[in-house]
């Protein structure tokens, strides 16, 4: 079994930056797909980027040239750097797992999940 912990959330005003940590344990996750899925106020939860076991990435249309997903195998450890955050980006954003080579925007994709952590953007 794996288990995700997220990190990193907080409360900011419009154009700030947070980098988000999503650390895995129970099983290495090196090989594995990675994501980050965000659900927001009354909305469903969404696609918001996504890496391979490498350093191929996916992004929401969104996020694009604002967030930037990495990993660190060593620390089994995934990253979500956020600049630029606007008011919409406000959500609980969580971070995800898959036994794929590929990355993925689909959520049955992934079959961890970890517990959320809040981002909160104020203008």
């Known amino acids: 079994q794996v288990q995700l912990v997220e990190s990193g959330g907080g409360s900011v005003q419009a154009g700030d930056s947070l980098r988000l940590s999503c650390a895995a344990s129970?099983?290495?996750?090196?090989?594995?797909?990675m994501g980050w899925f965000r659900q927001g106020p009354g909305k469903e939860r969404e696609f918001v980027a996504a890496i391979n076991w490498s350093t191929v990435t996916m992004y929401a249309d969104s996020v694009k040239g604002r967030f930037t997903v990495s990993r660190d195998n060593a620390k089994d450890t995934l990253y979500l750097q956020m600049n630029s955050l606007k008011p919409e980006d406000t959500a609980v954003y969580y971070c995800a797992a898959g036994d794929r080579s590929s990355p993925t925007r689909l959520r049955d994709g992934y079959g961890y999940w970890g517990q959320g952590t809040q981002v909160t953007v104020s203008s």
């Open positions: 129970g099983r290495t996750v090196s090989r594995y797909a």
